[in-house]
């Protein structure tokens, strides 16, 4: 059973920093995505920035403001958040799905592994 467990939330005013980190018990060479995604009270899960082979993506709302990085060494995904904003306050995930499919694959999360979670507040 692999196991991802992130770490890292807290409590930030408006235009400041934290960084999120994910460690996940993935075999070497496993051929996953990892990515974090985000769920505000009232409002649907989304997703925030992916991880695909090394590939990255952002939703619009944080391009320009957060980083994906991953240690392969250490099985760990980070998301370095900058110029935090209130709106950006949400239960925070770390996810990683299998790849599937033809032509480079596409990202599972719904058959992967998720976290608990890690709580970031920003206030204004």
């Known amino acids: 059973q692999v196991q991802v467990v992130e770490s890292g939330g807290g409590s930030v005013q408006a235009g400041g920093s934290l960084r999120l980190s994910c460690a996940a018990s993935l075999s070497p060479h496993s051929n996953y995505c990892m990515g974090w995604f985000r769920q505000a009270p009232g409002k649907e899960r989304e997703g925030v920035a992916i991880d695909k082979d090394g590939s990255t993506t952002y939703a619009d709302s944080v391009k320009g403001r957060f980083t994906i990085s991953k240690d392969n060494a250490k099985n760990t995904l980070y998301l370095q958040m900058n110029s935090l904003k209130p709106e950006d306050t949400a239960m925070y995930y770390c996810?990683?799905?299998?790849?599937?499919?033809?032509?480079?694959?596409?990202?599972?999360?719904?058959?992967?592994?998720w976290g608990q979670g890690t709580q970031v507040t920003v206030s204004s």
């Open positions: 996810a990683a799905g299998p790849i599937f499919g033809a032509y480079g694959g596409s990202c599972r999360f719904d058959l992967g592994y």
